[in-house]
């Protein structure tokens, strides 16, 4: 049985600016291992955030396949690439995306509420998350009282609170100082070593991507792994 969580088969992604072609995926092929940290990186424009958003579901190629657990997305109904996408992929951004008239508590409970689930049931998921992530006395909080790291770690609850099978980061750190993303950094590591968390992280920084499992650096549409 393989351990690849994800595969990207030849994908291509193509843009049209008006008669201008734009190819900025040109055939990437790359597997994400189960349990595993992978990151991707390269130049800015080169087409990374445009692969985590191909792999997360939230765009099509416009040719080739991704295979999650070894379905073809491009035939499977929409209706489950949905699921999928709610319930199997946890998305953390580098500006965060937390509800600001929400508080700490409340932004992590979402994704369960959005699922009909119980608000008690989603409040202990809650607590144990920002537990773990280390805001347990900040929960009560809004995101406007919180730091920028403060904000990112109830981004990463969040992103956990479904127990999906990966989890994508599109420059987790970008928005950060130095000292706090190497924080966000250590945690997340911390959290594949001890939830068996499968990564994959988007980042131009080449020290983080040494201490992946596995680096792919994209270049003229392709990516490689190095």
Same mark, same amino acid.
């Given at each position: 049985?393989?351990?690849?969580?994800?595969? &990207?088969?030849?994908?291509? !992604?193509?843009?049209?600016?008006?008669?201008?072609?734009?190819?900025?995926?040109?055939?990437?092929?790359?597997?994400?291992?189960?349990? !595993?940290?992978?990151?991707?990186?390269?130049?800015?424009?080169?087409? !990374?955030?445009?692969?985590?958003?191909?792999?997360?579901?939230?765009?099509?190629?416009?040719?080739?396949?991704?295979?999650? +657990?070894?379905?073809?997305?491009?035939?499977?109904?929409?209706?489950?690439?949905?699921?999928?996408?709610?319930? *199997?992929?946890?998305?953390?951004?580098?500006?965060? +995306?937390?509800?600001?008239?929400?508080?700490?508590? *409340?932004?992590?409970?979402?994704?369960?509420? &959005?699922?009909?689930?119980?608000?008690?049931? &989603?409040?202990?998921?809650?607590?144990?998350?920002?537990?773990?992530?280390?805001?347990?006395?900040?929960?009560?909080?809004?995101?406007?009282?919180?730091?920028?790291?403060?904000?990112?770690?109830?981004?990463?609850?969040?992103?956990?609170?479904?127990?999906?099978?990966?989890?994508?980061?599109?420059?987790?750190?970008?928005?950060?100082? *130095?000292?706090?993303?190497?924080?966000?950094?250590?945690?997340?590591?911390?959290?594949?070593?001890?939830?068996?968390?499968?990564?994959?992280?988007?980042? +131009?920084?080449?020290?983080?991507?040494?201490?992946?499992?596995?680096?792919?650096?994209?270049?003229?549409?392709?990516?490689?792994?190095?």
């Amino acid at each position: 049985m393989s351990d690849a969580v994800l595969e &990207c088969r030849q994908v291509v !992604k193509t843009f049209y600016d008006g008669p201008r072609e734009l190819n900025i995926l040109r055939g990437v092929d790359l597997t994400i291992e189960a349990g !595993k940290i992978h990151v991707i990186s390269g130049h800015s424009g080169a087409g !990374k955030s445009t692969l985590l958003h191909i792999i997360g579901t939230l765009d099509q190629p416009t040719s080739g396949s991704v295979l999650f +657990h070894g379905t073809d997305l491009a035939k499977t109904p929409g209706g489950a690439i949905n699921r999928i996408r709610n319930e *199997e992929i946890g998305f953390v951004f580098q500006f965060y +995306h937390l509800l600001p008239e929400f508080s700490a508590l *409340e932004n992590v409970m979402m994704p369960g509420i &959005c699922k009909g689930r119980g608000r008690g049931e &989603c409040r202990l998921r809650a607590e144990e998350l920002l537990t773990k992530v280390g805001l347990a006395e900040r929960m009560t909080h809004k995101p406007g009282k919180l730091s920028g790291g403060e904000q990112q770690r109830v981004a990463i609850a969040r992103a956990l609170f479904n127990k999906p099978s990966v989890v994508l980061a599109d420059e987790p750190t970008g928005n950060l100082d *130095e000292h706090t993303g190497a924080e966000i950094v250590d945690l997340l590591w911390s959290l594949n070593a001890s939830e068996n968390l499968t990564l994959i992280l988007v980042s +131009h920084e080449l020290d983080l991507a040494r201490r992946a499992d596995t680096w792919f650096q994209l270049h003229d549409g392709l990516a490689t792994k190095q």
